[in-house]
């Protein structure tokens, strides 16, 4: 399995309204963790691997957007390269910023304690998570699949369920 980061869109209802709704795009893995952590896994809707090329074209319209963009704090999709190596460090201190005070984090008060950042993934020195977890497991299975097919076990064991069923 490649280790590369995934890029994810969604779509997040505020307060849990549906007359208010708002479409993320590209957010790395662990920032949607951090957005369902903020506004609860259930108001998370539609999330679906970005394809980034799609993006490629797009530009940040608002002036927050510009200027989140000039302070480094969002990504400029066009310049999103799935290829490329993917920095802990600058994504942890990214996502610190970005979103530290609506996980209830004032760095101003809490220098000396662990950061929300910390606390859902661990201190500095763990990866943060390269996919979602559902779709690690469903990566997994695909892949537990393809070797039972590669080494015929699955067919084995299909052929020993038809003999149990012949003889109840």
């Known amino acids: ?3 590369k980061m995934e890029y994810y869109n ?7 309204s549906t007359q208010n709704e708002v479409l993320k795009t590209c957010l790395s893995a662990p ?3 951090i957005v369902r952590k903020i506004h609860g896994a259930e108001n998370v809707l539609d999330v679906e691997l970005a394809k980034l090329p799609e993006y490629k ?10 200027q989140l963009q000039e302070e480094g704090l969002m990504r400029d999709p066009s310049e ?3 290829d490329e190596d993917f ?3 600058s994504e942890r201190q990214r996502l610190a ?17 662990m950061t929300p950042i910390e606390h859902l993934f661990g201190g500095q020195y763990v ?22 097919k590669a080494t015929g076990k699955g067919k084995k064991k299909d052929e020993d369920m038809s003999q149990l069923e012949k003889i109840a």
């Open 10 to 16: 969604c779509r997040v209802r505020l307060a849990g």
């Open 57 to 66: 074209h797009k530009s940040y319209d608002s002036s927050r957007d510009k």
């Open 1 to 3: 399995m490649s280790d």
């Open 80 to 82: 999103i390269d799935p």
């Open 87 to 89: 920095d802990d460090e």
């Open 97 to 113: 910023t970005l979103y530290g005070r609506g996980l209830g984090f004032d760095p101003a008060k809490d220098e000396n304690i």
């Open 31 to 33: 920032e949607l963790l």
């Open 127 to 148: 990866p943060l998570p390269r996919r979602l977890p559902e779709r690690e497991k469903e990566l997994r299975a695909a892949a537990r699949a393809k070797e039972k």
